[in-house]
């Protein structure tokens, strides 16, 4: 059963039953826990292979992965009056990794998965600190959220939780750290909020597919608001967007083609080619980093037929 205790705030605090997690979205899950609009609940999720990676493992565990228990979701957690046309607010009130976690190359997933077709994985320490480290010399921002928050879509076929959609889910928008506010439109009575998939880090766009994937400890408030109705998820973020890479500059690399994919690709490939150059790293090694702390913008899409996507490195992590 799910502990309830008073919270300083108007709401309770509920620990939600770290045993009880569900790996597609299905509104037919009876909800784990029920909560009311003001309430907090206390999480401590898997890591998203669901213990098939541990501290110890090598690179050939990726051949053996069962991809039915990958995204273990702890859900789903009801809203007390949540209904179809609500919008669901999830404050981040805190979050912070527990002891460790990895990251990986998949054969067959990634922006440049034609290209990099070896598995990679590398584990990393993430004992209390500001940094965990690629390379001695190396030294990466924790900073850390949770990759999937979504209400649960009204639909039958049972979708696996990879994808996003407008209910949220797996959307690894790494600004969702402490203090963020993410704003879901409900489609199902109670909403059915499942959240997991954390990352100690990433940048934005993942483009290896994987985040430093790790355990997590996390807080999170909820409210209701039942006049407003949203098409998309929308987020609110306290302060700066990486405060952790300011200060020491960044490099660029871009793309410039007639198709966002393949401007996003030919940038993420040049930057690629910029750390393996410049930083003595093996092509994967790059790749891999890059997932972590390199941040896609698309700089311009107005100026037909041509556009632009810039790959951003932030150069305070080099020692």
């Not at 030919?266 to 003595?280: C, I, P, T």
Request: aromatic share 8%; proline share 8%; net charge negative.
């Amino acid at each position: 059963m799910a502990e309830t205790q008073k919270s300083p705030h108007s709401g309770e605090t509920h620990y939600y039953p770290e045993e009880q997690v569900h790996y597609v979205w299905d509104p037919e899950i009876e909800p784990s826990l029920t909560v009311s609009p003001g309430d907090a609940v206390v999480y401590n999720t898997r890591e998203v292979s669901d213990g098939q990676i541990r501290r110890d493992s090598t690179v050939e565990v990726l051949d053996t992965l069962d991809w039915s228990r990958l995204y273990p979701l702890a859900g789903p957690v009801a809203v007390e009056g949540a209904e179809p046309g609500d919008t669901l607010e999830v404050e981040v009130v805190d979050i912070h990794t527990v002891g460790w976690g990895w990251t990986a190359v998949i054969p067959g997933f990634g922006l440049l998965s034609d290209e990099f077709t070896e598995a990679y994985l590398k584990v990393f320490d993430l004992s209390p600190g500001d940094h965990t480290l690629f390379r001695e010399d190396i030294a990466i921002p924790i900073d850390p959220f949770l990759g999937t928050m979504g209400v649960c879509p009204n639909v039958s076929d049972k979708p696996v939780i990879m994808p996003p959609g407008p209910f949220g889910g797996n959307m690894d928008t790494r600004h969702l750290t402490r203090g963020s506010k993410l704003f879901l439109p409900v489609q199902c009575e109670g909403a059915l909020f499942s959240c997991g998939d954390a990352h100690a880090a990433q940048g934005d766009g993942e483009v290896c597919v994987t985040g430093i994937e790790s355990p997590m400890y996390s807080v999170l408030r909820f409210d209701l608001h039942k006049d407003r109705s949203l098409p998309a998820p929308q987020f609110q973020v306290p302060g700066t967007l990486t405060p952790k890479s300011e200060g020491a500059g960044w490099y660029a690399t871009t793309g410039v083609a007639t198709d966002l994919m393949e401007a996003t690709r030919d940038s993420v490939r040049a930057m690629v080619d910029h750390l393996s150059r410049e930083y003595g790293l093996e092509p994967v090694e790059a790749y891999a980093l890059a997932s972590l702390v390199v941040d896609l913008k698309i700089s311009e899409v107005v100026d037909q037929p041509n556009w632009i996507v810039s790959s951003y490195l932030p150069l305070s992590i080099f020692r």
